[in-house]
């Protein structure tokens, strides 16, 4: 069975004006795994995703690799790549070559060396082309693949996304899906799109106001009981 790599035990988060986002959260994550942590808006999805890449002061464990997030987060984050959902929070420079290549510089690599990833994840992503275009420019559906792009540009080990096909026509929602389906790390996605979980998870977590409702393999979603429970359909 593959290993563990996330491990949450008892977290609990409150925003600056006291409400409880997050109660007695416990789960792991293994290797491999392709999770996505589900539940209707405010469920505490995005809450809990910042949680474990260490954007919140959060109460209660996260281990990661093995090692406490909270003493080891520098190390731990160049093993994770993360998209936000909004593209504008993550595309801040002039060019996509320059957002793409950015963690690159911040870590060291030389010109060279940047130049060769930057090249192989953009050919990944169907993007060569587009090193000298402005982020501003692009369309919502193609902002979202350069997101994609700055998270996998380091070939991480965990990949988490937050609500990928939000605002996203059909025609890219489908090209995204793709994408994701064909990247073999461990993956953890909120979302409240079903129909995307059903094609590209193994495994899911349902939030419900702040707490663990639910948890197991993809076959829950065929649950209605649990759907309308969680506010899901």
């Known amino acids: 069975m593959n290993e563990i790599i996330i491990e949450v035990k008892n977290l609990f988060y409150k925003y600056p004006d006291g409400k409880q986002a997050l109660k007695n959260i416990n789960f792991v994550i293994r290797e491999g795994q392709k999770i996505a942590f589900l539940g209707a808006n405010g469920s505490g999805k995005t809450t809990l995703l910042f949680c474990l890449v260490g954007l919140l002061n959060y109460d209660g464990e996260i281990k990661i690799f093995g090692k406490d997030v909270k003493q080891n987060l520098k190390e731990i984050r160049k093993n994770i790549g993360f998209v936000f959902e909004n593209p504008d929070d993550q595309l801040f420079n002039l060019t996509v070559y320059e957002d793409v290549a950015f963690s690159l510089k911040q870590q060291g690599y030389n010109e060279d ?78 979302t409240h799109d079903i129909r995307f979980v059903k094609e590209v998870c193994d495994s899911v977590l349902i939030l419900r106001n702040g707490e663990i409702f639910s948890f197991g393999d993809i076959s829950l979603l065929e649950n209605s009981e649990v759907l309308l429970s969680a506010r899901l359909m």
Request: hydrophobic letters at 35%; proline letters at 5%; glycine letters at 2%.
């Open 113 to 190: 060396e940047i130049r060769i990833k930057v090249k192989e994840v953009l050919e990944k992503l169907k993007l060569l082309g587009y090193e000298e275009r402005q982020p501003y420019h692009l369309s919502y559906g193609e902002k979202k693949k350069v997101c994609l792009a700055t998270a996998l540009v380091n070939s991480p080990k965990i990949l988490i996304l937050d609500e990928p096909t939000s605002n996203l026509d059909p025609a890219s929602t489908r090209e995204f899906k793709e994408m994701i389906k064909n990247i073999n790390t461990t993956q953890i996605i909120a």
